[in-house]
């Protein structure tokens, strides 16, 4: 048996991401990039296209044994084009559209019995959610784009619509969940993770979630776990979930390698990258223990510091566990343009989180020393 040829329609950091692992497996990965240099692009095979062109898209596809996603902005028609010409595709169409439209979505998990927020669709009117409200762009938004708080009449008058409204939670914090699932059906889950918000984008992780109880972590995966078979994903997806006191609320999902899993690759024994390579595959898929007591992760956001290589310099000097993983982007202010690890035990999980902030700030440029 030949080794497989996996395509990725995009050409981002998480695509990136997937090159190791799929070098180590002996697994051909290409990616379908906008321009040659985009992330993916610089490190491995790539054809430059357009992801919303289905015949440019299937051309892509014909090369590869399976295709899979790095990102949700592919249209519907575009994978149900796919489908229709025999293309091995996941997560599929009837999956994939719960991480494209948010109320579908929202649809989905009540028909699942799983715990939403109240919700509606709305055109215009009068709302039966009481302000203050969540209004979201039901398909487009990420990292706090597309996402309101909307206080009255007028505010939400202001906005384009349809729109999906959901009820303002008053939560404790925002955690997330990485699953993997086969097409044959097994399925695993990660150790939640703790995700720290700054404007609607995340710039922390840690894992485990701090002072969580046994319980409420198993609460966690098995609410994973039921949206994985009941949508019938084959991939990897993230859960993100509102902690509620004593309960969890859904927030949305991301059908795809994320952000809140890349601690993975330095703290669990198989990384959510190789993990979406395995199931896709329809390989068995791996252990997914920790590797330590404590993993932190911090995004790097773009700042006014260009030069991403000679903080090296100080950061590799001043804590030499730390772990780098730069996206070579275009450095621009707010954009993602890598992420730092840090491993730890026992009871340094504060010494932990200083060290990764140092470093995000000092590769931003929000500090020099």
């Not at 990764?356 to 020099?368: P, R």
Request: glycine content about 8%.
């Amino acid at each position: 048996m030949s080794f497989p040829k996996v395509g990725v329609i995009g050409a981002g950091q998480l695509a990136r991401m997937m090159v190791a692992p799929a070098t180590e497996l002996g697994i051909n990965l290409s990616v379908f990039a906008a321009i040659p240099d985009d992330s993916a692009a610089q490190v491995c095979d790539f054809v430059v296209g357009d992801y919303k062109d289905s015949a440019e898209v299937l051309a892509f596809a014909k090369g590869c044994d399976v295709v899979t996603f790095e990102h949700e902005q592919v249209p519907q028609s575009v994978i149900k084009h796919l489908e229709a010409n025999g293309v091995r595709v996941y997560p599929r169409a009837d999956a994939f559209i719960y991480s494209q439209d948010k109320l579908a979505m929202r649809e989905k998990m009540d028909e699942l019995e799983l715990p939403n927020p109240r919700f509606q669709k709305y055109v215009g009117g009068a709302p039966i959610i009481d302000f203050p409200l969540i209004a979201k762009a039901p398909t487009g938004g990420y990292d706090g784009r597309g996402v309101w708080v909307v206080n009255n009449q007028e505010e939400l008058d202001a906005l384009p619509t349809p729109l999906l409204l959901e009820e303002k939670l008053d939560f404790t914090r925002e955690i997330a969940i990485m699953v993997a699932r086969s097409p044959h059906g097994q399925a695993a889950t990660w150790s939640p993770t703790w995700t720290v918000q700054r404007d609607g984008i995340c710039t922390t992780t840690v894992t485990p979630v701090p002072d969580m109880s046994d319980e409420l972590a198993i609460s966690a995966s098995s609410i994973a776990l039921t949206i994985a078979q009941g949508i019938n994903l084959v991939g990897v997806m993230a859960v993100e979930l509102f902690q509620v006191g004593d309960h969890f609320v859904i927030n949305e999902l991301a059908m795809r390698p994320h952000n809140s899993g890349h601690w993975t690759i330095e703290g669990s024994t198989t990384s959510q990258f190789e993990q979406h390579l395995r199931a896709v595959l329809d390989l068995p898929l791996g252990d997914t223990s920790r590797t330590s007591d404590w993993a932190v992760m911090g995004n790097i956001l773009g700042g006014e510091k260009s030069d991403m290589y000679r903080p090296y310099l100080h950061l590799m000097a001043r804590t030499p566990a730390l772990k780098f993983h730069h996206y070579r982007k275009v450095v621009k202010p707010g954009r993602k343009i890598g992420h730092v690890t840090l491993l730890g035990d026992g009871d340094h999980l504060v010494e932990l989180m200083q060290e990764v902030d140092h470093a995000i700030d000092y590769l931003s440029g929000a500090i020099d020393e």
